[in-house]
């Protein structure tokens, strides 16, 4: 069972359009160094897109009720933490790999 308040189910938006283009880029292998280049700047991205929306989403608006925005009671802009992680962790793993 899902459980959001407000817009809080959009936070799996950014991160479904990363898994779509990555799927799009690893079918016609952009890089020479594998899928780990493409997948460490689309998580990126995904991580940008989900703290931008939840920001937007979570400001105070003045003259109206604070909306919360959350899924699972964790407010939006904050599940941008596990694909910067996991994008981080790509990169870092591709640099270091051997040629």
Known sequence: MISWRGWGALGLLPLLL????????AQHGVTG???????????????????????RL?????GFQNARHSLFMI?????????L????FFAVATLLAPA
């Open 85 to 88: 992680a996991a994008g981080v």
């Open 58 to 62: 979570n400001r105070a608006t003045p």
């Open 18 to 25: 990363a898994t779509i283009v990555f799927q799009m880029s």
């Open 75 to 83: 407010p939006l802009e904050y599940y941008a933490v596990a694909p």
């Open 33 to 55: 160094r594998g899928e780990g280049p493409q997948l460490s700047a689309v998580l990126v991205l995904a991580a940008i897109g989900t703290w931008l929306l939840g920001r």
